[in-house]
């Protein structure tokens, strides 16, 4: 199986440390958008994207990347997670819009997942942020778990 995670981690390097916590077990490349033709994807089993939260949305180059990716021809699988500093409301999950935009584009998105992050965005940045040192051992190793059992669903690594 080859898998390729997509990642956009721009202030503490979260999202890149559960991005890389999920590559390990699914022997995946991490890869920022710049760094990918989206047509390379079609050679991919598997594809993880993921972002900080910003202002309740995933990053705008994540979401202008998935937007510029073509309608798959062959069935892709694909998974989507976010870190955040604040906890994911049950009502608006972080993720939901752009698993939406990936299936209409034909990716089986088969599952998400979202840890939380050290968060500096503004109103936090005077008393030096919130859901300080996370992502800690516990989230990495769940993040790790989550792509143990992508694994198991779509197949051994390669």
């Not at 503490?12 to 999920?22: D, M, Y």
């Amino acid at each position: 199986m080859k898998a390729v995670i997509v990642c956009v981690s721009v202030s503490h390097g979260n999202t890149r440390r559960i991005a890389e916590a999920i590559a390990r077990p699914l022997a995946a490349q991490v890869v920022e958008p710049e760094e990918l033709d989206p047509a390379d994807l079609a050679e991919a089993d598997l594809v993880g994207f993921g972002s900080g939260v910003f202002t309740g949305r995933l990053h705008p180059r994540l979401r202008r990347f998935v937007h510029a990716l073509p309608a798959t021809r062959q069935p892709c699988r694909a998974f989507v997670f976010a870190t955040s500093g604040l906890p994911e409301p049950g009502f608006r999950p972080f993720t939901r819009p752009l698993e939406r935009r990936l299936a209409a584009k034909g990716f089986e998105v088969i599952d998400g997942f979202t840890a939380r992050g050290h968060d500096t965005w503004l109103p936090f940045k005077p008393i030096g942020g919130i859901s300080k040192n996370r992502p800690d051992a516990r989230d990495l190793a769940a993040a790790h778990t989550f792509a143990a059992a992508l694994t198991a669903r779509t197949g051994s690594a390669s």
